[in-house]
């Protein structure tokens, strides 16, 4: 099994800047990959970035290439999402997940772990 906590979310201004969190612990084999969620009230969870923690490939959504960027740090135990120019659009709750690696990683169902949640509002 796989434990995730995300924190870091906040209030901030249009055009702020934030950085999330997501901590991961139990199984933590590189074989995960580890993707960022958002899902805003009335609307459907949307996948925002990826990253393979083996190889550190990483991959953004369109919607937000440019502003977000994914990470990790050298232990590969906490996954970062760096968020720059944030426009109200972007506030939603914020989730990291976990599952192996494969394709779609886009589509929150082919995920196996997932944290909390942490809000994230931009007014």
């Known amino acids: 099994h796989v434990q995730l906590v995300e924190s870091g979310g906040g209030s901030v201004q249009p055009g702020g800047s934030l950085r999330l969190s997501c901590e991961v612990s139990?199984?933590?084999?590189?074989?995960?990959?580890i993707g960022w969620f958002r899902q805003a009230p009335g609307k459907e969870r949307e996948g925002v970035a990826a990253?393979?923690?083996?190889?550190?490939?990483?991959v953004v959504s369109d919607s937000v290439k440019g502003r977000f960027a994914i990470s990790q740090d050298n232990n590969k135990n906490t996954v970062f999402l760096r968020m720059n120019s944030l426009k109200p659009d972007d506030t939603a709750i914020y989730y990291c997940?976990?599952?192996?690696?494969?394709?779609?990683?886009?589509?929150?169902?082919?995920?196996?772990?997932w944290g909390q949640g942490t809000q994230v509002t931009v007014s």
């Open positions: 997940a976990a599952r192996t690696c494969g394709t779609n990683w886009p589509r929150p169902e082919t995920y196996n772990y």
């Open positions: 139990g199984d933590t084999s590189s074989k995960f990959c």
């Open positions: 990253i393979d923690r083996r190889s550190g490939a990483t």
